[in-house]
Structures are given as structure tokens and as C-alpha cells.
Antibody
Framework: QLQLQESGPGLVQPAETLSLTCIVS??????????WGWMRQPPGKGLQWIGS???????YYNPSLQSRVTISVDTSKNQFSLKVSSVTAADTAVYYC??????????????WGQGTMVTVSA | DIVVTQTPLSSPVTLGQPASISCRSS???????????LSWLQQRPGQPPRLLIY???NRFSGVPDRFSGSGAGTDFTLKISRVEAEDVGLYYC?????????FGQGTKLEIK
């Protein structure tokens, strides 16, 4: 069945760019039935949607992060990526990738990766 | 942005007893296609979130039937008919009717 796996550095220097990749296995990323999202969860806090992308490359971002976030897709590698620039300690969080089946099916994030902890520190 | 507010933030429950979590949105979650994209997710300690309920009241594959969802418009409820030990964790409602998608603050379900 479909699985998602986040990968990337666990430690990022302040003011640098955080880069993560979500590898999709057991299914194709190239379907208009889905979009692919990034969420994050600071330690001891709740979930925040960062943004989503369709396989076509169309993106949607959270306005609170939009100026610093870029999400891209590589259909040839069946993966999508997240970049957050100019990071601070407030960007320390577990980052999750997930798949949402677009409406009118579930319209919800059905499949999640295990998450990867990213710490911003010098 | 649509603000989603959950109550209570903490819910101590006796095993075998029911539990209920409320989720209220700052505006209607009815999408232009007529559907309401309100979902409930469970997050057990140390685990990623898991989808329980989608479009208000539909149980996702593999979810026990003791979980049920209800509501309409701006007011929604997740109910657990008889709480089991494995239900301990955080519960989130999430709206995907309008960008940016937003989550409730989370409700911590614990056993008394």
C-alpha cells in the first residue's frame, strides 16, 4: 500500500534553509485525485498546515509562512519537497508529509508519513 | 482564515464510558461543491496523526465503529461510545473546505 517517508537534516542553522523530501512508495504521485501536503508540529503543540501541491505543480501555501516556503514536486522520482528559508527556533518541529484525496471523495489527509524532527539551533 | 476551536482541551474518561469532543468553526464549512470537509484525526503518543472520520461522519477504513462523527455547518462532534485504553492520545478536528486548511488545538483524551 501507499507509504510516505520524510527525509532531510535533523539540525539546521538559524537563518539557513530547511529542506525536506517526502518519498512516495507503493503508488504514483501523478494523479489529479490527490494533493500532497506538508504539516508541522512544534514540540508539545498542535498541528499546522504548511502547504500542499498537486502533481501538476499547482501549490497552495499557508499565508503565515508563504513568504518563506516553497513546495515542489518531482514526478520522475515520485517525491515532493519542502523548503523553508530564514529559519528560526520557532521553526523547530516534527514535519509530516501526507496525502489528501480531493473532494468529493474523502477531502482529508488519509495517509501520513512517520514524521521527521527538525531542530533549528547553532 | 477559518478558526477551528475544540472543547474540551482535556478529557479524563473512565474505561468503558463514552467520550465526546466538540469542534466549532468561525464560519460555515460547507464547500461550494456541497460537501463539508471536516475530519477528525487521532494521534497516539509518539505516532503520526491517523484519520478517523472524514466529511463529518464517515469512518475511514479500519476505524472501529465505537467512533462516530456528527454535526453540520459550524458545529461538529466526535463521540467514542465506550473508551478503550488504546484510545488515549490527542484528537484533532481539521477543516479542508477552504485554504488555508486549519486544525483545532487538539483534545487530550486520558484515562481516569
Amino acid at each position: 500500500q501507499l507509504q510516505l517517508q520524510e527525509s532531510g537534516p535533523g539540525l539546521v542553522q538559524p537563518a539557513e534553509t530547511l529542506s525536506l523530501t517526502c518519498i512516495v512508495s507503493g503508488g504514483s504521485i501523478s494523479s489529479s485525485s490527490y494533493h500532497w501536503g506538508w504539516m508541522r508540529q512544534p514540540p508539545g503543540k498542535g498541528l499546522q498546515w504548511i502547504g500542499s501541491i498537486y502533481y501538476s505543480g499547482t501549490t497552495y501555501y499557508n499565508p503565515s509562512l508563504q513568504s518563506r516556503v516553497t513546495i515542489s514536486v518531482d514526478t520522475s522520482k515520485n517525491q515532493f519537497s519542502l523548503k523553508v528559508s530564514s529559519v528560526t527556533a520557532a521553526d523547530t518541529a516534527v514535519y509530516y508529509c501526507a496525502r489528501l484525496t480531493v473532494g468529493p471523495s474523502t477531502g482529508a489527509f488519509e495517509i501520513w508519513g512517520q514524521g521527521t524532527m527538525v531542530t533549528v539551533s547553532a | 482564515d477559518i478558526v477551528v476551536t475544540q472543547t474540551p482541551l482535556s478529557s479524563p474518561v473512565t474505561l468503558g464510558q463514552p467520550a465526546s469532543i466538540s469542534c466549532r468553526s468561525s464560519q460555515s464549512l460547507v464547500h461550494s461543491d456541497g460537501n463539508t470537509y471536516l475530519s477528525w484525526l487521532q494521534q497516539r503518543p509518539g505516532q503520526p496523526p491517523r484519520l478517523l472520520i472524514y466529511k463529518i461522519s464517515n469512518r475511514f477504513s479500519g476505524v472501529p465503529d465505537r467512533f462516530s462523527g456528527s454535526g453540520a455547518g459550524t458545529d461538529f462532534t466526535l463521540k467514542i461510545s465506550r473508551v478503550e485504553a488504546e484510545d488515549v492520545g490527542l484528537y484533532y478536528c481539521m477543516q479542508a473546505s477552504q485554504f488555508p486548511y486549519t486544525f483545532g488545538q487538539g483534545t487530550k483524551l486520558e484515562i481516569k
